[in-house]
């Protein structure tokens, strides 16, 4: 990447979300003048979290760090310290409260296996076998857990999530979630995670601490005065948008959030509980103060509402079925086509990325133009 004198800016970075912030840092780093543009009034993206009354509140979900990436681990240990929080969440069905993920503590819940041989046993006689890979989320669930687990631990909760029925949705969304056969409550397996003690908004401040920032500022909306301020755009918001949905409009899943302030000092018992059944219209509660081991007299929790996106709502979940990746291919095609421009993130790349892959995904990249 040369610096030429025609640009104020070697790069307008649009997104201050951990995309943004990461390339931002990388190529500062190394010398190139960023300009970092954000339309909502703070950082973060959807990381972002905020005290109140004296508890940090994830505002856009929970928001768990985990990683196998070293690299990932030693860029993010540079800007913030992590506690040893370690997530392990809890499924509530009618009233009942199950482990999650699926282990032997999940199996000892739901038909009284105390081995792994008769939890074993139990999953060979539940299990669906097909003469065929899994063609969606409900044979692979089938196939994989059975129709005990897939009741009650899956389809209500899934449902809810994407808004879709379980036989529509892709297979790969429950590979996610891990499968064991020992009283391992851990929902990752990754050897390094925690929440920053700090939080994730004092993480991305660090990371562009000396580089200029605007925030409540659309790219898309003064697109050509930024165009000729800087030699690269590296756009983290959705690619659709920036095509001005010349292929059609990507679906996204979007939230709502409802607080609750109460007066106690434990509602929960745990961070996240999720509500599996279908009754339920929310998909699960957060009780913040769990994340760092507040011990503060009242608490606050966030029941989350999942809603099929509208315009002016936040995207926050790709949908990467095969209606939505045909269409990504196509505005894919024009992205390559694009020389000024390159797209990364979560919704950059449509992708369903956790916060370490978003990561790794911006240090390649920026790595990548340092080179150019
Ligand atoms: P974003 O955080 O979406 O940031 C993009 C930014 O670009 C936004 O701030 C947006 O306002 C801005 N922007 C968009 N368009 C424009 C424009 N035209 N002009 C200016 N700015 C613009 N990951 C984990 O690792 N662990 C978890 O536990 C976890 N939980 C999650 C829970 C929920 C509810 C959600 C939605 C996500 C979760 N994630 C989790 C994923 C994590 O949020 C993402 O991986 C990460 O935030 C991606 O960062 P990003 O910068 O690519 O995108
Ligand atoms: N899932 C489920 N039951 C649960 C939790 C998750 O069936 O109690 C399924 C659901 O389909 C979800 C997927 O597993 O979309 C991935 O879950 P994860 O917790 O990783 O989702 P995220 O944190 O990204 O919302």
């Not at 954000?38 to 959807?46: F, L, T």
């Not at 990371?207 to 050509?224: A, F, N, P, W």
């Not at 709502?313 to 939505?324: L, S």
């Not at 797209?343 to 790349?349: A, I, P, Q, S, V």
Request: net charge negative.
């Amino acid at each position: 990447m040369r610096r030429t004198r025609k640009w104020e800016y070697d790069a307008a970075v649009v997104g201050a979300g951990l995309t943004g912030a990461a390339i931002a840092q990388r190529l500062t780093e190394h010398g190139k003048r960023c300009l970092v543009l954000e339309k909502r009034p703070h950082i973060a993206g959807n990381a972002y979290d905020v005290e109140i009354d004296g508890i940090r509140v994830h505002r856009y979900g929970a928001h768990i760090f985990h990683t196998s990436d070293r690299r990932v681990w030693e860029y993010v240990s540079r800007f913030a310290e992590f506690n040893h929080y370690i997530h392990a969440p809890l499924a509530n069905y009618r009233g009942r409260v199950y482990n999650l993920p699926f282990n032997m503590n999940t199996f000892a819940g739901l038909w009284g296996t105390a081995s792994p041989e008769a939890a074993e046993e139990k999953l060979r006689e539940q299990r669906v076998v097909y003469d065929h890979a899994p063609q969606n989320l409900e044979e692979q669930a089938l196939s994989l857990a059975g129709r005990d687990i897939y009741e009650t631990l899956i389809r209500g909760y899934t449902e809810k999530q994407w808004g879709r029925p379980c036989t529509q949705l892709p297979a790969f969304l429950i590979r996610r979630l891990p499968f064991r056969f020992t009283y391992d409550n851990r929902y990752f397996s990754d050897p390094y995670q925690g929440i920053p003690t700090d939080g994730y908004t004092r993480l991305v401040e660090r990371m562009l601490d000396g580089i200029e920032l605007r925030l409540e500022t659309d790219y898309l909306s003064q697109r050509s005065h930024y165009d000729s301020l800087a030699e690269r755009i590296i756009f983290t918001g959705p690619i659709d948008a920036f095509f001005d949905y010349a292929e059609g409009r990507l679906q996204y899943r979007t939230l709502r959030f409802e607080d609750e302030h109460l007066e106690t000092p434990n509602r929960q018992g745990t961070a996240v509980m999720n509500y599996t059944d279908a009754e339920t219209p929310f998909t699960r509660i957060i009780e913040h103060k769990h994340f760092v081991f507040g011990q503060q007299p009242n608490t606050i929790i966030t029941k989350e509402y999942p809603l099929e996106w509208m315009p002016e709502a936040e995207p926050y979940y790709p949908i990467n079925d095969a209606g939505n990746t045909a269409i990504l291919e196509r505005y894919l095609d024009r992205a390559r086509a694009q020389t000024k421009v390159r797209f990364c993130g979560r919704l950059g790349e449509y992708k369903y990325y956790d916060m370490d892959q978003a990561i790794g995904a911006a240090l390649t990249l920026a790595d990548r133009i340092l080179k150019e």
